[in-house]
């Protein structure tokens, strides 16, 4: 069997003067490469928990191994330079520039200057920021979600083969959050970092995780699997209450749209003008086209009557084009959800999502034809698995392999 990456051995937290410990007696393992997330009630030890893997809180009893190394009785400024930490406030430095933020633990390990510079921009562009923009703004001067890509970046500076992770995004707007768990989850595709992290929500759970660890109080772990696993097959009452209602639903947050067939919209290119736009429609069917620029990222939705217009107005062109219709709005990346398309489809006039490439070049749609095929195929799978007895909901079920 393959060794974890973390190990926790009878991990145990007591505080003078309470009657029960604050963490009792955790044993868990963290496969190397995975986002393991650690999730329950408020109060139940979770943060306490992750905290004592890099030792910012003192364990009571009990061993940390991290890659087979017991960690329990080393430095701990030692351990913390192995370990990328990120909190729900990022906790940037207000004095220091983004690329010194972002240095911090490098110039700790001594790193030559040329290196540390050239570790910053790669860090600053992995986290999709410009570094000639970026690097010399202080925190003050970036957005919520800026700072908190700063945080990301400033964890993995010293390439650590652990990340933790405290609410990362809880302190964002739901957009924001959203555009973030979905850059990470990116983001891990290319690193494979293993990842603790803690978070209070289910959903966040099921969309971010590999495992999730459902805790109890003084963290008891009440299920620890795949959210897969988890949604089918609750092990007891705590963890089906704490789920709640809507496994099907839910199972959306696990799919990504990469993984199922896309709709096909009619779509025309901007520079063709009205008239090539307006053909396309019409052999369609449809009630709007997607118009195009050239390089074939989605600009705009227009009708008939919005063509028509485009048609007459002395402009021509593209640009008449640019002065008619809707504005796209709803685009995901193929790494999104289906539960975040399906959100973002309730803003949507034309009835569907765009799907955009990473360059933001059209790749297709999801529309509620998509949805239904995708929970029709889960709900197929988790009948399988429960044995074909129809309980796709049910304790037994189990969602596709591979369905995130």
């Not at 139940?44 to 890659?67: D, F, Q, S, Y």
Request: hydrophobic share 45%.
């Amino acid at each position: 069997m393959t060794e974890p990456m973390i190990r926790l051995e009878g991990l145990t937290k007591r505080y003078p003067g309470q009657e029960h410990p604050a963490v009792e007696a955790l044993d868990l393992d963290v496969p190397a490469g995975e986002i393991v997330i650690l999730v329950g009630p408020s109060g139940c030890g979770k943060t306490t928990t992750m905290k004592m893997v890099n030792r910012i809180i003192e364990p009571t009893a009990g061993r940390i191994l991290l890659e087979g190394e017991d960690v329990t009785r080393v430095d701990p400024d030692r351990l913390r330079r192995r370990i990328g930490y990120v909190i729900q406030q990022v906790g940037l430095f207000p004095h220091m520039t983004i690329a010194q933020n972002v240095a911090t633990v490098p110039r700790l390990l001594g790193w030559p200057r040329q290196r540390v510079a050239a570790r910053t921009d790669e860090l600053l562009e992995l986290v999709g920021l410009d570094p000639a923009a970026y690097r010399d703004r202080y925190p003050k001067a970036l957005s919520g979600g800026q700072r908190q890509r700063v945080g990301v970046a400033r964890a993995l500076a010293a390439d650590p083969p652990v990340m933790l992770m405290d609410e990362p995004f809880g302190a964002l707007d739901p957009i924001s959050r959203e555009r973030l768990q979905n850059e990470f989850l990116r983001l891990q595709e290319e690193i494979r970092k293993t990842i603790v992290f803690v978070t209070h929500d289910i959903d966040e759970a099921i969309k971010m995780g590999d495992r999730i660890a459902i805790l109890r109080e003084r963290s008891v772990v009440a299920q620890y699997d795949t959210p897969e696993n988890v949604l089918s097959a609750p092990a007891d009452d705590f963890v089906r209450e704490f789920i709640g209602s809507g496994a099907s639903l839910k199972r959306l947050g696990l799919a990504r749209v990469r993984d199922f067939a896309l709709a096909d919209r009619p779509v025309a290119l901007m520079a063709e003008g009205p008239a090539a736009a307006l053909a396309v429609l019409q052999r369609s069917g449809a009630d709007a086209v997607l118009l195009l620029d050239d390089e074939r990222r989605p600009r705009r939705w227009a009708g008939a009557r919005d063509l028509a217009r485009a048609a007459d107005d002395p402009a021509g062109g593209a640009r008449a084009l640019e002065r008619v219709g809707m504005e796209v709005r709803a685009v995901v990346e193929p790494q999104a959800t289906l539960a975040g398309a399906l959100d973002a489809m309730l803003t949507s006039r034309v009835g569907g999502v765009v799907v955009v490439d990473p360059r933001g070049a059209y790749l297709g749609a999801v529309d509620m034809s998509v949805i239904m095929a995708a929970a029709e195929t889960m709900r197929a799978a988790a009948r399988q698995a429960a044995g074909g007895d129809g309980a796709g909901d049910g304790p037994g079920a189990r969602t596709a392999e591979g369905a995130r």
